[in-house]
């Protein structure tokens, strides 16, 4: 047992906050006080509302999860009902956080996380009274909850109860390039992607064997938007591409919003359920400039009750000599040729990203009733040559597609 007092070693890696860059939340309950002594004597609990985003503080491997839970109060018999992602930084040492909410994290044991990347959501689970994040580095062992130790943050140090901080996890991002010819990838992990609310979940699978995604709603307008900004060096034809990952991607209607100078152009729909790999949306002509744009929001036209997943992953952009383009913009229908883009890349070619197939949240098995002490916590196909068949064929195939689209949407 833990003497109070002891000087085990400290993390090693260096420590940044807990949760998203540039947010600021408040410590509700530090070290050796109320709920928080014996193995949970170094915690800290932070003021984190439900639903909002923990993040890791340096890059580490998952040694448990547990996202199964939906139950929760202000008492010590729910303190085995806490969902918990435990990160170990292979030091001896780990990051426990605790509270999480049913299935906000699809990481599964041995992942890896880098520094930044989201790890789940603060919930209601376990013994808790109030949301917040119970927040702590500890010694592994063999349970999720262990001995907890000292550690400090970067440039916090060890902060006390009340002391407000703003987040300093902000890990560098990879800059993105500009489209000067040839091939360009950009990744949602780039610096050029950004993000529009905090409904988001972080999965290690697809292109570069990371995506993000959100939820599809019927709304009349998107309030969740993913969006690619780039700089355009040299201008002409160029074919548009989206990598949709294996895994937590399901919504039928992803429309695509691109901007190549001269107004957005709406490209798709594509349905995420059976096009995976990279999908070609068509071929549209860019002038050079910055604040060239592809949107995708979550106004699919998709009831929530439904929770059809929008997947977010890289896009790629490749220049098209003229003469040698496939036709201007095309919607990408499942396994064929849209009207008059590209082909839909039904399977597409994964091996481009390295794409993993090891999605989907799991559960640490063998759940241990160690944490009796708990936390207690404050708070398209090309038609046929000839004849009238041909002219019905291809009639009947653009009545069809446009029936698929949705209707044309607000933007905020």
């Given amino acids: 047992m833990f003497v109070v007092g002891s000087s085990p070693a400290r993390a090693e890696p260096p420590l940044y906050a807990p949760w998203p860059c540039g947010t600021s939340y408040s410590i509700t309950q530090g070290h050796n006080t109320g709920s928080h002594d014996g193995e949970g004597a170094w915690a800290w609990d932070i003021g984190i509302p439900v639903g909002a985003d923990v993040s890791a503080p340096a890059d580490g491997v998952v040694r448990r999860i547990e996202m199964s839970s939906t139950t929760g109060g202000c008492s010590s018999a729910f303190a085995n009902d806490a969902n918990y992602v435990v990160l170990d930084f292979g030091d001896g040492t780990e990051a426990l956080f605790l509270h999480l909410q049913a299935n906000s994290s699809s990481l599964s044991v041995g992942d890896f996380v880098s520094q930044g990347d989201v790890v789940g959501k603060v919930g209601l689970t376990g013994w808790v009274c109030g949301a917040h994040l119970h927040f702590q580095i500890q010694q592994t062992c063999s349970s999720w909850w262990c001995q907890s130790v000292p550690a400090e943050l970067v440039d916090f140090g060890d902060p006390s109860y009340g002391m407000t901080l703003e987040s300093n996890n902000c890990p560098e991002l990879e800059p993105c390039g500009v489209l000067g010819g040839g091939e360009t990838i950009f990744d ?13 979940w972080s999965v290690g699978e697809g292109y570069a064997d990371h995506h993000f995604y959100t939820f599809g709603t ?20 160029y074919r548009v591409e989206v990598f949709v990952p294996s895994t937590e991607a399901d919504t039928v209607n992803a429309s695509y919003d691109v901007d190549p100078g001269t107004g957005p152009v709406e490209l798709g729909p594509v349905d995420q359920s059976v096009q995976k790999g990279w999908v070609v949306l068509g071929e549209l002509e860019f002038s050079e400039g910055a604040n060239r744009t592809l949107a995708l929001g979550d106004a699919t036209g998709e009831s929530s009750d439904l929770d059809r997943k929008i997947a977010y992953d890289a896009v790629r952009f490749t220049f098209v000599p003229a003469g040698e383009g496939g036709g201007g913009q095309g919607g990408a229908g499942a396994g064929g040729d849209a009207s008059s883009g590209g082909a839909a890349a039904q399977g597409g070619d994964a091996a481009a990203g390295g794409e993993a197939q090891s999605g989907g949240s799991s559960s640490s098995s063998d759940d241990d009733d160690a944490a009796s002490d708990g936390c207690s916590c404050q708070s398209a196909g090309a038609a046929s040559e000839g004849g009238a068949s041909f002219w019905l064929v291809t009639l009947g195939a653009a009545l069809a597609l446009s029936s698929a689209r949705r209707p044309s949407r607000a933007r905020r």
């Fill in 188 to 200: 949602e992990r780039m610096a050029c992607f950004s993000r529009e609310t905090t409904y988001w």
């Fill in 218 to 237: 019927d709304l009349p307008e998107d309030d969740t938007i993913g969006t690619y900004s780039f700089e355009v060096q040299t201008a002409g034809t």
